[in-house]
């Protein structure tokens, strides 16, 4: 699959971060994922928990273990 470049006259993307803020600060931030075509490819939605697939078990795994690695995460 080949990987589209970033083009500003097509793509239109906007910043929504807080100038007057430094991310480099420890802190809590929201990750959002996003997937070709919007594929549920981690889990979906059940009675409001997350159900996860294969994938969405490796995900969450390595996500868990990464704090191991880097403890400042």
């Known amino acids: 699959m080949e ?5 500003p006259e097509i793509h239109h993307r906007r ?4 100038k007057e803020y430094d991310y480099s600060l420890e802190g809590l931030y929201y990750i959002t994922i996003c ?3 919007h594929e549920r ?7 409001g ?3 996860l697939t294969e ?3 490796i ?7 990464t704090g191991f690695f880097t403890p400042f995460l």
């Open 35 to 37: 997937t070709s075509h």
């Open 15 to 18: 910043s929504i971060r807080i």
């Open 59 to 65: 995900a969450n795994n390595e996500w868990f273990k």
């Open 49 to 51: 928990k997350m159900v």
């Open 3 to 7: 990987q589209k470049k970033y083009n």
């Open 55 to 57: 994938y969405g078990k």
């Open 41 to 47: 490819l981690f889990g979906h939605i059940d009675n």
